[in-house]
């Protein structure tokens, strides 16, 4: 497997555009996970999800902020409209959950909203 | 809702040096506890996983503990190496044990 994959790597939109992240989980894992990481905060988790169900977005800052999971090999986090504190290295990762493996994490997207 | 706090922020040390870092959390109703290192620009690795039910896990030159009772676990590094730098964050499970909370990391600095 070629383990949780990203894309894009980097993005740098205009406030106010609409940004669009990208996820595909390692096969076989049941739990996604979105977190954002800022040198202030840390890595926060953002939402994630069971069986592509999402189970608590309650880490999603704003309405502006949305994820899918249409299906069991891809994931969408969408920023409509972005502002310029979005702005961060948006992570994916993968588990098979309740501690039994470890979490597999993507390369994450470096977003920049200018 | 759980806390998790890494000490120190930041450590810089000569090569060859054995290092200890901290991680506590504020539930010990944890089901996991994961170390990972993060490169500059990089994803996360998961280094170790201790499951609640054992008390270290030991890979190469690291080894990893868990006190789940006092909420505490420690990295310990033996013999450091200038590949060593980067930053270590400990993670635990949520209340529902279906997501991992992270600390904000120790940066760690080995010079030759």
């Known amino acids: 497997d070629a383990g949780v994959i990203q894309s894009p790597r980097h993005e740098v939109t205009e406030m106010g555009q609409e940004v669009t992240l990208r996820c595909k989980p390692i096969?076989?894992?049941?739990?996604l996970f979105w977190y954002r990481q800022t040198m202030m905060r840390g890595l926060e988790l953002l939402i994630y999800?069971?069986?592509?169900?999402?189970?608590?977005d309650s880490g999603m800052p704003e309405d502006r902020f949305s994820a899918k999971m249409p299906n069991a090999s891809f994931s969408t986090l969408k920023i409509q409209p972005s502002e310029p504190r979005d702005s961060a290295v948006y992570f994916c990762?993968?588990?098979?959950?309740?501690?039994?493996?470890?979490?597999?994490f993507g390369q994450g997207t470096r977003l920049t909203v200018v | 809702k759980q806390e998790v706090t890494q000490i120190p922020a930041a450590l810089s040390v000569p090569e060859g040096e054995n290092l200890v870092l901290n991680c506590s959390f504020t539930?010990?109703?944890?089901?996991?506890l994961q170390w990972f290192r993060q490169d500059p620009g990089k994803g996360l690795t998961s280094l170790l996983l201790?499951?609640?039910?054992?008390r270290e896990q030991t890979s190469g030159r690291l080894n990893a503990s868990l006190d789940k009772s006092s909420g505490r676990s420690t990295l310990y590094i033996a013999a450091s190496q200038p590949g060593d730098s980067a930053t270590y964050l400990c993670?635990?499970?949520?209340?529902?044990?279906?997501?991992?909370?992270f600390g904000k990391g120790t940066t760690l600095s080995v010079s030759s």
């Open positions: 539930d010990s109703a944890i089901y996991n």
């Open positions: 990762a993968s588990w098979t959950g309740f501690g039994y493996t470890e979490a597999f």
């Open positions: 096969s076989g894992h049941d739990y």
């Open positions: 993670a635990v499970d949520n209340q529902a044990g279906t997501a991992l909370i």
């Open positions: 201790i499951q609640s039910s054992q």
């Open positions: 999800f069971n069986n592509n169900v999402p189970i608590d």
